[in-house]
């Protein structure tokens, strides 16, 4: 029997529930990412502001983590899905923007 899943536990259809962490939680979805998944606030074909979201999400998770002293494993599900969506021209221009503090938005 297939378990039905949450955030931080496994309910089996036997009545076992299981508790996971939230990190083993976001490990076995990075483990098993294959391309973006539908994100409801870009419902449209063109997919530009959902890489770029994305790109903006993972440094903010890195600098909100980093800050906190936390580890940003995390992190790498925004990174993973801006690397599918976003053209590699644009990721490289961003992070020079970045490297030289002239990236146009607010991380």
């Known amino acids: 029997m ?12 036997t009545g076992q529930i299981e ?12 483990q098993n990412y294959r391309t973006a998944p539908f994100d409801a606030r870009f419902p449209n074909t063109n997919q530009t502001r959902n890489c770029y979201q994305n790109y903006l ?12 002293g936390l580890d940003v494993a995390p992190c790498e599900w925004y990174q993973r899905v801006f690397k ?3 053209p ?5 221009k961003w992070n020079d ?3 030289n503090g002239s990236f146009p938005g607010r991380i």
Request: hydrophobic share 35%; glycine share 2%; net charge positive.
């Open 2 to 13: 297939r378990p039905l899943r949450t955030s931080s536990l496994t309910v089996r259809t």
């Open 19 to 30: 508790q996971r962490k939230m990190s083993d939680v976001i490990e076995e979805k990075i």
């Open 57 to 68: 999400d993972f440094h903010r998770c890195n600098k909100a983590l980093t800050a906190k």
């Open 84 to 86: 599918s969506l976003c």
């Open 88 to 92: 590699i021209g644009w990721v490289e």
């Open 97 to 99: 923007q970045v490297e």
